[in-house]
């Protein structure tokens, strides 16, 4: 079965972090760009990070560069986001995804996908 399954999230006060992990099943990561995007009730699935096959490019948009991090350990199949300075505003449905074809860029800004995983909510709140 192929699959992307999701950990890491939770319930995180201001200004902590939490580290997502995305693991693939069924396929091989390297042969994907890796994506993560967000959804908070009443708004638009949003692109956080997106990283290429070999690690090399990434994107960020503007609301979280310098706060998260993505990186990917292909030998493991699995890919990372690392949440740092988390606010409020952060909270949301985390999803990864991966996409065979495409820049870091278009994944992030178009949402483009072959495979999507479940999702875990993260929470922000004091």
């Known amino acids: 079965q192929l699959q992307l399954v999701e950990s890491g999230g939770g319930l995180v006060q201001p200004g902590g972090s939490l580290r997502l992990s995305c693991a693939a099943s069924g396929f091989t990561l390297d042969d994907y760009v890796i994506g993560w995007f967000r959804q908070a009730p009443g708004k638009e699935r949003e692109g956080v990070a997106c990283?290429?096959?070999?690690?090399?490019?990434?994107y960020y948009p503007d609301s979280v560069t310098g706060r998260f991090t993505t990186s990917r350990d292909n030998a493991k199949n699995t890919a990372y986001l690392q949440m740092n300075s988390l606010k409020p505003e952060d909270t949301a449905v985390y999803y990864c995804?991966?996409?065979?074809?495409?820049?870091?860029?278009?994944?992030?800004?178009?949402?483009?996908?072959?495979?999507w995983g479940q999702g875990t909510q993260v929470t922000v709140s004091s």
């Open positions: 990283i290429s096959k070999r690690g090399l490019n990434l």
């Open positions: 995804a991966a996409v065979q074809s495409g820049t870091v860029h278009s994944m992030c800004k178009q949402r483009t996908a072959n495979y």
